[in-house]
């Protein structure tokens, strides 16, 4: 069903943007993509974000990034949030992470593949559609997300909006 691969790609997404950034500091993932400080994140600035997820993740540079690399990267992440990664925890692997992006199904994740995700992730968050993320709208991304990934997150749940 092609909600649910979107829901799925969205869990995927948040997960990657969220670990790195959520828990930095209260808003510290807002603020930190909020760039011109006026409370609200465009879809430029979500996008900036993303990129620089994706940049980060890219350990080697070499445009693309692959399950291992996103591994890494959670797990450097998990240090820095001063938790111990859990592999196998209640998230999906990086692989099957990739698999949702992965547009072109090469087994690696583009930079333009990570766009179109985080695009999406966007769009899928701002529950107002006024073209911004607030705050309220961001956390409750996240939330949702969370509240997903402890209970089951490739089983699909009945969520309609
Ligand atoms: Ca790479
Ligand atoms: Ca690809
Ligand atoms: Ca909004």
Known sequence: MKTGRLQMAFIALSALCGLGIAKAGGGGEFHMMDTNGDGKISAEEHAAGAKKMFQTMDADKDGQVTAAEMDAAHERMAKM????????????????????????????????EHAAGAKMMFDKMDTDKDGYLSQSELEAGHARVMSKMSGKASDKTSDKE
């Open 81 to 112: 949030m001063g938790k111990t990664a859990k592999p196998g925890h209640a998230e999906m692997s990086s692989a099957d992470k990739i698999k949702l992006m992965d547009t072109n199904h090469d087994g690696v994740l583009s930079a333009d």
